[in-house]
């Protein structure tokens, strides 16, 4: 029987179609969570290490956020890796933040313990933005482009307005994002004297 | 349990089994198969007369099977079991034998997976998680052109299907989802396909080498 080129045509067709391997590039980062909390002197540009005592008026809480990568596949073959053209060069994020609140243990500037500061504080990226108010900040951080909103991430600072009154305190934080996610952490205890 | 799979499909063979035929045991493997994630090896029985066969086999895998060794998801041993049965008509039999069949397959796929992600296609979102079992079952129908090759009691046969296949796949005991709304797979999965939660038609080609042993 003589063999029908056309079932070969359709053999070497299938098979360029069936093969090909995923490249590396592209993916998407997404907020696990705050890593940590910090007490920063904005005047100093230091982290203060624990116990912390001061009288300066120029501290803020320096957020730390953990950060999780995924997509991108660690399995590759070095054949064809750039079989597909429509790998993202980037990064992209799978969650935003869309709200922040601030507690503290203590009354302060004229609030009852347990209420949300958040309103009063400025906030700040180095390098990137100037201190803003909590919905100017929320609406800018969507928009900053890929390399702007990763320094988010290493650190953006919530800046206290005045030095309150002489007592310890301890600040938590809550940040919650677009899925409805809420990540908390606490700040060491500061004695404001 | 797979052994007593092989046994009891045996017997019904035997059961049907006319004067006339002939019997193979074999051994058959998906190559391409190898290279993907969840490779496995077919054994079973295929029946022959003068100008037809019918065969089933059943198949297994694990993780030793496969030809990369980047298996760092895997949390723990994985079991991989399905079904092929099929008929074929024997078209020539010199200088080798060609066929034309059509089979049915289904297969099962369980998976423990650690610290990953899953795209659940519809509703569009993404699952990071510590620990899940992956699943899969795919149902398909294939018509299949083999060429087999003889050398005394030995066998052995290519055979290209074409076909198409049902695919479920799903994630259950998920420990620590993380949701993320909105987020679809970014790049083209292949091998790593298992990712997508979704349930497909999707159009199929095989290849399938098999060694067979006349009894």
């Known amino acids: 029987m003589q063999r029908k080129p056309g079932l070969v045509v359709i053999v070497m067709i299938t098979l360029f179609l069936t093969i090909g391997f995923q490249c590396e590039d592209g993916g998407y980062i997404a907020i696990r969570g705050v890593s940590k909390v910090e007490i920063f002197d904005r005047v100093s540009k230091e982290v203060l290490p624990a116990p912390i005592s001061t009288t300066t008026d120029s501290l803020a809480l320096l957020i730390s956020f953990e950060l999780e990568q995924f997509a991108s596949n660690e399995v590759s073959f070095s054949l064809m890796d750039e079989a597909w053209a429509d790998c993202p060069d980037g990064f992209c994020m799978a969650n935003e933040i869309t ?23 400025t906030y700040r990226v180095q390098d990137i933005i100037e201190s803003v108010a909590l919905d100017e900040f929320l609406d800018i951080l969507p928009g900053l482009n890929e390399g702007y909103y990763f320094g988010v991430f290493e650190g ?33 205890p500061v004695e404001w004297q | 349990m797979a052994m007593k799979s092989i046994l009891v499909l045996a017997i019904l063979f035997c059961f049907v089994l006319p004067s006339r035929a002939q019997v193979d045991i074999q051994l058959k493997t998906d190559p391409f198969e190898l290279g993907y994630t969840f490779p496995r090896l077919n054994i079973g029985i295929e029946v022959k007369g003068d100008d037809w066969a019918y065969w089933s086999s059943l198949h297994y895998g694990w993780e030793g099977l496969g030809l990369h060794d980047k298996r760092t998801y895997l949390s723990g041993p994985y079991s991989i079991w399905g079904i092929h049965g099929g008929v074929k008509r024997i ?29 659940q296609i519809e509703p569009a979102h ?31 046969e290519v055979i290209h299907s074409f076909g198409v296949r ?48 006349r009894l």
């Not at chain 1, 503290?104 to 504080?121: E, F, H, M, Q, T």
């Not at chain 2, 200088?95 to 650690?114: A, I, K």
């Not at chain 2, 620990?131 to 079952?137: D, E, F, S, V």
Request: charged share 25%; net charge negative; with cysteine.
């Open chain 1, 99 to 121: 709200d922040i609140r601030v507690f503290c243990d203590k009354a302060i500037y004229n609030l009852p313990v347990n209420s949300d500061l958040a309103g009063l504080l």
């Open chain 1, 156 to 188: 953006f600072t919530m800046n206290f307005p005045t030095k309150p009154a002489p007592d310890v305190y301890i600040f938590s934080v809550e940040i919650e994002d677009n899925n409805g996610h809420v990540f908390t952490a606490s700040a060491p």
């Open chain 2, 91 to 119: 078209l020539t039999s010199l200088p080798f034998e060609q066929s034309l069949g059509l089979h049915l397959r289904f297969d099962r796929t369980g998976v423990p997976l650690t610290d990953d992600v899953f795209y």
């Open chain 2, 126 to 156: 993404a699952v990071l998680f510590d620990l899940a079992i992956y699943k899969r079952t795919r149902l398909g129908a294939f018509i299949d052109y083999g060429m087999e090759f003889f050398h005394g009691r030995f066998c052995i």
């Open chain 2, 166 to 213: 049902r695919i479920r796949k799903w994630y259950d005991d998920i420990e620590n989802p993380f949701v993320l709304a909105e987020i679809t797979p970014p790049v083209k999965l292949v091998r790593t396909d298992y990712k997508k939660a979704e349930s497909v038609w999707k159009g199929a080609y095989v290849y399938s080498m098999k060694m067979g042993w």
